[in-house]
C-alpha cells in the first residue's frame, strides 16, 4: 500500500464563525449565485444577462404600484411565516397554515357578506378579526388535541385539513356566487367597500403593513423573553426535559397550535379585507407552504423573516416580468429563484464546516526512518 | 529477546476545528502483549484508536504494521491489516443469531454455509475460552454476552491486533474477570491487544505496559509491574491528587422517602421494576448499584413523577409537617407541593438540560414559573449561574453559550450545581460521575458528601463499586427491577455486591435495612 494516499479533501467542523466571516460567506454566495444564474440564462436563452436582472428590478419595484404589491405580498407571507413559527419551534410540523389561512378568509368573507352595511364599521372589523381568528383556531386546534391525546402524526393531519379547507370555500362559493353562474365570489361590496381596509398614512395597503410588523415585534418578544415562549423552545428541544421541568407538554402543544392557527387565521382576514376582496379555493396561493421556507430560512428569527418574505416575493414578481417581457415562462424564473436558493442554503455547510484539500507533500516527521 | 512490534504509530496528529484531539502522539504494541491506553475523557484515547480502525484519518503522522508504513483510510483496510476494534456501544443485528451475526458482512461465496461458520466459531472459542451459544439470537443476550460476540466477530476475520474501548465499563466484576482471563488467553496466542480505559486497577490485574495520554498528548509508556495507582494517576492527571472519599458519619437521620412495593411495566408490557421496597435517610447517602437496565432508571424516575407506575406508593416526609404521598404524580405536580425533590438524571443533555440553552436559560427550567409577570426573569437565573461558574470552576466561554458546546463534566458541574442550589430534602442521582474526569468526579463526590451533612438524603446510582463502597452509608442493590439486597457500605465486600447483582431469587437483608 502506497504511503503518501490520503483522502481528497477533510471537512472539520467549525467552532463558531465570526459574524464578519459568516456575513462574508453569504455575501460571497449571493454573488456566485448571481454569476451562476447569469450563465444558465445566457446558455440557456442568449440573452444578457443584465437585461433580464433589470428586467426583475423593474417588475419588482420599478413603479410606486409595483413596489407597493410587494410589500403588500412579502408582509402577507410574512405574518404566515410568524404564525407557524412557534409550532415549528415546538417541533410541531404544522404544513397545514394554507387550510388555516383559507378559513380565516372564509370567516371573514362570511361576515363581510353577511355584516356589511348591517352594523357600525368598528363592530364589523372586530367581528371579521374574532371570526377570522376563532376558525383559524380550531383548524389548528383539531390536529393539535389528536397528537396531544393520541400522538397521532401532525404532518399528515394538518396537510389532509387543508383539503377539507378548500372543500368548505368550493361549498360556499354556491352561496355567495356573484355573478350568477361565474362560479366564483367576485369583489364583495365593490361599490360601498363595506369591510374593506381603510387608507393609512395615504396607503392602500398601510394598515396591512402596519399590523404585520407589529406582529413581527410581538411575535419576537413572546418567543424569547415570555415564559410561553421558554416553554415551547424546552418542548421542541427535548419532551422528556419539559415533563422532567414539571411542564405538561400536551397543554403546550394545544396553546402554542391555537396560537398558530389564530394568527394564520388572522392573515386568512388581511388577505380577504386588507388585500383581495374575495374569496376562492386560491386565497391562500400556496403562501402557506412558501411561509415554512421563509421561517427555517430565517431560523426562526421574526426579523431575519422580513428579508427572507421580501426576497421571495421580490424574485416572484420579478418573474412575472421577465415572463412577460422576453416571452419566458414562468418556469424560467424558478429556475433561477432555485439557483439563488441553494447557493444561499449550501453556504451553511461552509459557514458549518471547513474543507481542506489534500496536501501536496506530506511533512517529514521526525525519527521518521526506523533503523 | 524483545517481542515483535505489531502496531507503531509515530507522530500523530489529529485536529477538530480549534480543538487538537492528539499531538505527536507516540504509541507502540508488540506481539502478546496487552497495553493499555489510559487517560481522562477527553484526552484522546478513543480518538486515536479510532485512526488506527480507520474511522478517523489523521492529520499527520505515520502509522506502522510490523514495521511497514501504512494508511489506513477505512475500517475496511483497517480489517484487511489485521485489525480490530470492539467499540463501547456495540454494532450487531438483534434479531440474528450470534453465528449470523460474525458471518454479517464477509465476502465469500454465494451460499453461505452456516454450519462451517459455526464450526469455526466454536474452535475460536474453545482456542481462548469463551462460552458461547452461536445459535441464540442477539436480543435474547445479556450485555456480556453481546460483547463476547463482538471479540469474536472481530477474530473470526482473522484479526492480530485487538483494540478494545472501555470493554468492562457494562461488566459485573465477575464478568470483568472472565473477560480478562480471555485476554490473557490471546496474549499467549500472540495477539497484540490494546484496551482503552480509565479504571486504574484494571490497568495493573491485566496489563503488560500502559501508555498515558494526557490533554492529546502522550505522557508517557510505563511497565505495569512498576506502577502504582498513584504514580498512574499522577501521570494521568499531571499533578498529585488524594484519592480518598471523605465519608462523614450520619447524624440524626430522620426518614425522608419511603418507597413501597413500587412497580413499572414499559410499553412492551415487560416489568421493569418490581415491588422495590426501602427509605431514604437525611444525613445518609443511599447507594444504588447494579448492572446496567437492572431498573435503576425507572425506580428514579417513578420517585421523580416521569413514569407511571403500576403498584406501590410513594410518600415524602417534609423536615417540618405531614407526610406527602405522590404516588402517580407527575413532576409538575410534586413540585407544586412544595417537596424539595433534586434529580440528577442519567440523560443528562436529554433530559436534566436543554442542550442549545446557555447556562442562565439551564437555570431557569427549575424556576421560571416563579412570578405573575407573563415574562421571565432572567436576572436571578444569570446570578445563580454566575455563582456556579465560579464556585465549581466550570470552564466556559461565557454563561451565554450553549451548555452542548461545554465538555461532559462542566455539563454535570451546571445540573448538579442548579439541582442543589434549591437546598433539597431527597436528592437523587444517577451515575453522577459518568464521562468525568478524576478531578471533577472528586468535586461531585464533595458536593453530594456535602448535601448530606446539610441533611439531605441522598440516593446514588452508581457503576463503579470500588466508589460506592467508599462514598455510601448504605448500597441498596437492583437485579433485573428487584430490590436484591440492602447491605451496610462500611462492612460490605465487592465480591458480596456482585452477587447481589446476578441475584434472581429471594432477598438477602443485612444490618439494619428497611
Keep these: ?371 | 529477546m524483545e517481542k515483535k512490534i505489531a502496531v507503531e504509530m509515530r507522530g500523530v496528529t489529529k485536529r477538530f476545528g480549534s480543538v487538537i484531539a492528539n499531538e505527536n502522539v507516540c504509541l507502540d504494541v508488540r506481539r502478546g502483549e496487552i497495553l493499555s491506553v489510559l487517560g481522562e475523557n477527553g484526552s484522546g484515547k478513543t480518538t486515536l484508536m479510532n485512526m488506527l480502525s480507520g474511522i478517523y484519518f489523521p492529520d499527520e503522522g505515520q502509522i506502522f504494521i510490523e514495521d511497514r508504513p501504512v494508511t489506513i483510510r477505512s475500517p475496511r483496510d483497517a480489517f484487511e491489516l489485521g485489525i480490530g476494534m470492539i467499540h463501547q456501544h456495540f454494532k450487531l443485528v438483534d434479531v440474528f443469531t450470534a453465528a449470523e451475526n460474525i458471518a454479517l458482512g464477509l465476502p465469500g461465496p454465494m451460499r453461505l454455509s452456516l454450519n462451517e461458520v459455526r464450526r469455526k466459531i466454536m474452535d475460536l472459542a474453545n482456542k481462548y475460552g469463551f462460552e458461547i451459544d452461536v445459535n441464540q439470537k442477539v436480543y435474547d443476550m445479556s450485555v456480556s454476552q453481546k460483547q463476547t460476540v463482538e471479540i469474536l466477530k472481530v477474530l473470526y476475520r482473522g484479526a492480530k491486533i485487538l483494540i478494545l474501548d472501555e470493554p468492562t465499563a457494562v461488566l459485573t466484576p465477575q464478568e470483568t474477570e472472565r473477560l480478562f482471563r480471555i485476554l490473557r488467553n490471546m496474549r499467549e496466542d500472540g495477539k497484540a491487544i490494546v484496551i482503552i480505559t480509565h479504571k486504574l486497577a484494571e490497568v495493573l490485574a491485566l496489563s503488560d505496559r500502559v501508555s498515558v495520554l494526557r490533554k492529546g498528548h502522550s505522557v508517557g509508556t510505563v511497565q505495569t509491574a512498576g506502577a502504582t495507582v498513584q504514580s498512574l494517576t499522577e501521570l494521568m492527571v499531571g499533578k498529585r491528587v488524594t484519592l480518598d472519599i471523605e465519608r462523614p458519619d450520619p447524624v440524626r437521620p430522620e426518614r425522608r422517602l419511603d418507597v413501597k412495593d413500587l412497580t413499572c411495566v414499559n410499553a412492551e408490557g415487560i416489568t421493569t421494576l418490581d415491588h422495590a421496597a426501602f427509605t431514604a435517610r437525611s444525613g445518609e447517602i443511599l447507594g444504588i448499584a447494579g448492572v446496567a437496565g437492572s431498573g435503576q432508571k425507572e425506580l428514579l424516575e417513578a420517585i421523580a413523577g416521569l413514569q407511571p407506575t403500576t403498584e406501590g406508593s410513594v410518600t415524602f416526609y417534609p423536615k417540618q409537617g405531614d407526610p406527602v404521598d405522590t404516588t402517580h404524580m407527575n413532576a409538575g405536580a410534586i413540585d407544586k407541593l412544595g417537596i424539595r425533590l433534586a434529580f440528577v438524571p442519567e440523560d443528562r443533555l436529554g433530559m436534566g438540560l436543554v442542550g442549545s440553552m446557555d447556562i442562565t436559560e439551564n437555570m431557569m427550567l427549575r424556576t421560571y414559573r416563579e412570578g405573575h409577570s407573563f415574562l421571565t426573569d432572567k436576572r436571578g437565573p444569570r446570578k445563580l449561574a454566575e455563582r456556579i461558574v465560579q464556585q465549581l470552576e466550570v470552564v466556559t466561554s461565557g454563561v451565554s453559550s450553549p451548555v452542548r458546546r461545554m465538555s461532559g463534566g462542566n455539563v454535570q458541574k451546571v445540573l448538579v450545581g442548579r439541582e442543589i442550589a434549591s437546598a433539597p430534602s431527597v436528592l437523587m442521582v444517577a451515575y453522577p460521575v459518568r464521562g468525568l474526569d478524576i478531578n471533577s468526579s472528586y468535586t461531585i463526590y464533595h458536593l453530594l458528601n456535602e448535601q448530606k451533612v446539610k441533611g439531605s438524603a441522598v440516593i446514588c446510582v452508581g457503576e463503579d463499586l470500588d466508589v460506592l463502597l467508599a462514598l455510601c452509608d448504605r448500597i441498596m442493590v437492583l437485579c433485573a427491577g428487584k430490590v436484591t439486597g440492602i447491605v451496610d457500605a462500611r462492612t460490605a465486600t465487592k465480591e458480596e455486591i456482585g452477587l447481589l447483582m446476578t441475584h434472581t431469587e429471594g432477598v438477602i437483608e443485612e444490618g439494619e435495612a428497611g
Design chain 1, 1 to 371: 500500500m502506497n504511503t503518501a494516499r490520503e483522502p481528497l479533501f477533510h471537512i472539520v467542523k467549525r467552532d463558531g464563525v465570526p459574524f464578519p466571516k459568516a456575513l462574508a460567506i453569504r455575501a460571497a454566495a449571493v454573488l456566485l449565485s448571481l454569476v451562476a444564474c447569469a450563465g444558465v440564462i445566457f446558455a440557456l436563452t442568449g440573452m444578457n444577462p443584465l437585461e433580464v436582472y433589470s428586467a426583475y428590478l423593474s417588475g419588482a419595484v420599478g413603479t410606486n404600484r409595483r413596489l407597493w404589491m410587494t410589500i403588500r405580498d412579502s408582509a402577507t407571507l410574512l405574518l404566515i411565516a410568524l404564525a407557524i413559527t412557534p409550532a415549528f419551534k415546538m417541533r410541531f410540523w404544522n404544513i397545514g397554515a394554507e387550510g388555516q389561512v383559507l378559513v380565516g378568509g372564509l370567516a371573514t368573507a362570511a361576515v363581510m357578506i353577511y355584516g356589511g352595511g348591517a352594523m357600525p364599521t368598528w363592530l364589523l372589523f372586530t367581528l371579521m378579526a374574532t371570526c377570522s381568528m376563532l376558525a383559524g383556531m380550531v383548524w389548528g386546534l383539531i390536529p393539535a388535541a389528536f397528537k396531544a391525546r393520541y400522538n397521532t402524526n401532525e404532518t399528515l393531519f394538518t396537510l389532509m385539513l387543508n383539503y377539507v379547507g378548500m372543500q368548505l370555500v368550493t361549498f360556499s362559493i354556491v352561496f355567495w356566487e356573484n355573478p350568477a353562474g361565474s362560479n366564483t365570489v367576485g369583489v364583495i361590496h365593490q361599490a360601498t367597500e363595506y369591510g374593506w381596509f381603510p387608507d393609512l398614512f395615504g396607503q392602500k395597503y398601510g394598515l396591512n403593513v402596519l399590523i404585520v410588523l407589529s406582529i413581527t415585534v410581538l411575535m419576537f418578544v413572546y418567543l424569547r423573553y415570555s415564559k410561553h415562549g421558554y416553554e415551547i423552545a424546552v418542548v421542541g428541544e427535548s419532551e422528556n426535559t419539559a415533563r422532567y421541568a414539571g411542564i405538561n407538554v400536551s397543554k403546550i402543544i394545544l396553546r402554542t397550535m391555537a396560537l398558530s392557527g389564530a394568527l394564520c387565521g388572522l392573515t386568512g382576514f388581511i388577505i380577504v379585507s386588507g388585500c383581495s376582496h374575495t374569496i376562492s379555493t386560491s386565497t391562500a396561493g400556496g403562501r402557506g407552504f412558501t411561509a415554512i421556507i421563509v421561517s427555517w430560512l430565517s431560523k426562526f428569527n421574526p426579523f431575519t423573516m422580513i428579508l427572507v418574505s421580501f426576497f421571495l416575493v421580490f424574485m416572484e414578481k420579478g418573474a412575472i416580468q421577465i415572463a412577460s417581457q422576453f416571452n419566458l415562462n414562468e418556469n424560467a424564473s424558478d429556475v433561477l429563484t432555485g439557483i439563488i436558493l441553494f447557493f444561499i442554503l449550501g453556504c451553511e455547510f461552509f459557514i458549518n464546516y471547513e474543507v481542506s484539500l489534500r496536501r501536496h507533500g506530506r511533512k517529514e516527521i521526525k525519527g521518521w526512518a526506523r533503523s
